[in-house]
């Protein structure tokens, strides 16, 4: 089982093997946790997803699936991009959430990545709420058959690092 921890802060200030981006499908940027590692990261990660939408990425990352390019000017070696789902009220989505940490740590795994930061997937403009993606996301890494040794969970704010905390 993977060491956990939580930290409030900037994922992109990690120093890990790999950071875990939460992604769009288009895989070139956007808001929140991703424009702030593509930003950051430098056009070498935007460069490295063209690469992945010129080939078997065509149509876009599906939700629940996970990539790996390279981290860029992060201190990291990886960024691995997942898309989580968009909250739905009147719909079960929580498999996509849960698939997303499950193939971002298969990822991690096939990369030989001992150390991995998680941002909270789908808790920011994707509506997920914070206290149930904070709880889906801890029972799932607990779970996970990996070999990464410590998994990080990153946190932006106060409110985002109660609610995980209250799962360690």
Known sequence: MSHLSFVQGDITEQRVDAIV???????????GV???IHRKGGPEILA?????????????LPTG???ATTAGRLPAQ?????????????????????SCY??????????GAATVAFPAISTGIYGWPMDDGARLAVKTVREADTSVSEVRFV??????????????
Do not use: K
């Open 21 to 31: 981006n939460a992604a769009n499908s288009s895989l070139l940027g956007g808001g």
């Open 34 to 36: 991703d424009g702030a």
């Open 48 to 60: 490295a997803c063209r690469e992945l939408r010129a080939g078997h990425y065509g149509g876009g």
């Open 65 to 67: 699936q996970a990539v």
């Open 78 to 98: 990886w960024v691995i991009h997942t898309v989580g789902p968009v909250w739905q009220a009147r719909e079960d989505r929580s498999e996509l959430l849960v």
């Open 102 to 111: 499950r193939e971002s740590l298969r990822v991690a795994d096939e990369l």
């Open 155 to 168: 946190l932006f704010d106060a409110m985002a690092y109660a609610a995980f905390a209250a799962y360690q």
